[in-house]
Nanobody, 122 residues
Framework: QVQLVESGGGLVQAGGSLSLSCAAS????????MGWFRQAPGKQRELVAS???????NYADSVKDRFTISRDNVKNTVYLQMTSLKPEDTAVYYC????????????????WGRGTQVTVSS
């Protein structure tokens, strides 16, 4: 069983920055693509960014040039650096991972974190 534990998040003013991290642990750990989803109240969960084990990244158009995803394969940890935050970035952010090193979408996620709240005030 694999556990994903997020840290970071919180309250920030518009234009500010926040960092999220997510560490994977468990027996027989086999992690491929990792990433972050977010879900705002009344909206569907959406992919924010993903990264394969060899560093290939994918971003939602709404966060390109503002957010940066990275990972440390030795620590089995994925990071999300968020800058120029906007009120519309307010959401619960979920760490996600799959065993395969291929595209990450909500229907292919094998493991979910519990989520961490990010609130951006105007």
């Amino acid at each position: 069983q694999v556990q994903l534990v997020e840290s970071g998040g919180g309250l920030v003013q518009a234009g500010g920055s926040l960092s999220l991290s997510c560490a994977a642990s468990g027996s027989r750990l086999s992690i491929g693509t990792m990433g972050w989803f977010r879900q705002a109240p009344g909206k569907q969960r959406e992919l924010v960014a993903s990264i394969t084990s060899d560093g290939s990244t994918n971003y939602a158009d709404s966060v390109k040039d503002r957010f940066t995803i990275s990972r440390d394969n030795v620590k089995n940890t994925v990071y999300l650096q968020m800058t120029s935050l906007k009120p519309e970035d307010t959401a619960v952010y979920y760490c996600a991972a799959r065993r395969l090193n291929t595209m990450l979408v909500s229907t292919t996620v094998n493991y979910w974190g519990r989520g961490t709240q990010v609130t951006v005030s105007s």
